[in-house]
């Protein structure tokens, strides 16, 4: 197998490396100094100079070479973006099929993620329960699975719209809290504005009569101890739901027999987890040394919510020792702005945790939850120059654009451009760019960097969960 890989002069050292390293019979083209601004031209005389099986170009080219198919014969593949990469993928080139349109780094991840998950699915679907809770599995040989609490439950907004999208964000079970303030007709109302919905719910109360009220369509209550066991046990015994049981005063393994003597069947105990600075080490090694033949609840949301840091890291930290301990469910939350889309981390950081099985720990899964931080550096050229030129502060007067301004910001997951009355809505800034640029509606330059740049901005501002304001720093 011949290859031909083309590269630049800032990146011919590592690509001649990582060709002699691959296995294959590999050549070399340099092209100039960046290799992905090659034209199907210029590659069509390199191909034509030798007989090569395939090429290989810069994952960053932009260009279609289908041309260059054609009139070669010769396939033409994406590899990796950066130079760097390319030693990890170039020796499994013959195993794994590149692509014409996707880069190399981007393809062998969605393979390597692919395959991760469905091993994962196969062993779900083989693990043997300690029992079900509306279809889903709970303990035994079954993955850890992920409660996601919404608090104040009869007071939100559009609960059913919360509900759907926790588990869309891949929550198992959706918790719904109950305050002092609920009422039993505010229990029953909540669950009719969510009828329809198969997932399994729980209901969140020490009330008697809460709990009473939640029985209807509750699959699970939370938190059961020896103030309201004696009063409502044996009424969710008789329903056939799953309760949580705390320790209360009496003790976890006291209150964990006391539901069983009731004759609740399907038991989770929840040792608590108190906030990091408040015996958050002290409770971890008592889960450890915690015997119990019932499902382990593992509360991790407190310790997020209570701690002015960053939530994915946390969250995957949190996974790992309820993994640890054997926990089979583990409680998250999104109270607050800086703990927004903790459920679907908590969701990827059990998914890693179940991947760990027969590792020593939870690294190269092909899952991850690097969000601003990266897992290696990639070390490439740097830029070459003949003269600098230090960029200063602009003197220049803000000239306004004769096709008018754009007032940009962000709805959901999408990106919203408008102009006049006439709004461009996409996921993609570069979608909205183009068509800004299609229609005509951008003809100052500084006014088309602008936009680019509070598009783009608006981009990130979605994918980090964060706010974006116009014209604001990121």
């Known amino acids: 197998m011949r290859i031909l890989l083309v590269t630049g002069t800032q990146t011919e050292a590592i690509v001649r490396d990582a060709a002699d390293e691959s296995g294959h019979d590999c ?18 005389e390199l191909i034509q100079k030798d007989r090569y099986d395939f090429v290989i170009v810069s994952g960053m080219c932009t260009a279609d070479f289908s041309s260059v198919e054609k009139e070669t014969g010769v396939f033409v593949f994406r590899g990796p973006r950066h130079a760097a990469d390319l030693a990890m993928i170039l020796p499994g080139v013959g195993q794994i099929q590149l692509s014409r349109t996707i880069p190399a780094d981007d393809l062998i991840a969605a393979i390597k993620r692919d395959k991760a998950l469905l091993m994962l699915e196969e062993r779900e679907v083989a693990a043997d329960p300690e029992f079900y809770i509306r279809g889903v599995k709970i303990g035994g040989g079954s993955r850890m699975k992920v409660v996601a609490e919404i608090m104040d439950a ?31 007709e505010d229990v029953v109302k909540t669950f009719s504005l969510l009828e329809g919905i198969e997932g399994p719910l729980a209901a969140d109360t020490q009330d008697p009569e809460l709990i009473r009220a939640a029985l209807d369509r509750s699959d699970l209550i939370l938190s059961l101890q020896e103030e309201n ?11 056939g739901i799953a309760a949580v049981v705390v320790p209360g005063e009496a003790g976890l393994a006291a209150n964990c027999e006391a539901a069983k003597a009731c004759g609740i069947k399907c038991i989770i105990a929840d040792p608590l987890l108190p906030p990091a600075g408040s015996g958050l080490v002290r409770a971890l090694a008592t889960m450890v040394e915690t015997e119990t033949s019932y499902p382990l609840f593992f509360g991790a949301g407190n310790v997020v919510e209570l701690l002015d840091a960053d939530s994915p890291g946390a969250n995957a930290l949190l996974a790992a020792m ?12 999104e109270h607050s702005d800086k703990t927004l889309g903790s459920v679907a981390e908590m969701r990827r950081a059990t998914t890693m945790m179940a991947l760990m099985e027969s590792r020593p720990y939870p690294k190269d899964l092909g899952l991850d939850l690097f969000v601003i931080k990266e897992k290696r550096r990639r070390q490439e050229p740097p830029v070459l120059y003949e003269t600098m030129h230090e960029a200063g502060a602009s003197e220049k007067a803000l000239t306004y654009d004769p096709c008018g301004n754009f007032r940009i910001g962000i709805d959901g997951e999408e990106i919203i451009a408008e102009r006049r009355g006439v709004a461009i809505k996409s996921q993609d800034w570069r979608q909205i760019f ?17 936009l ?17 304001e116009q014209d604001g720093d990121f």
């Open 27 to 44: 050549d070399v083209a340099v092209i100039g100094e960046v290799a992905s601004f090659i034209s199907p031209k210029r590659l069509t």
């Open 154 to 184: 009869h007071r939100h907004q559009d609960i059913r719209s919360a509900v759907l999208r926790f588990f869309s964000s891949g929550a198992d079970i959706v918790d719904l809290g109950f305050g002092f303030d609920a009422s039993p």
């Open 229 to 239: 066991i004696p009063l409502i046990g044996s009424a969710i015994a008789e329903a």
């Open 322 to 333: 309820a993994q640890e301990i054997n926990a089979a469910l583990i409680f998250t939350s």
């Open 434 to 450: 183009s068509m800004i640029e299609e229609k005509g509606w951008v003809s100052v330059l500084d006014h088309a960097a602008y």
């Open 452 to 468: 680019g740049k509070e598009l783009y901005k608006a981009e990130l501002a979605i994918r980090f969960n964060r706010s974006f």
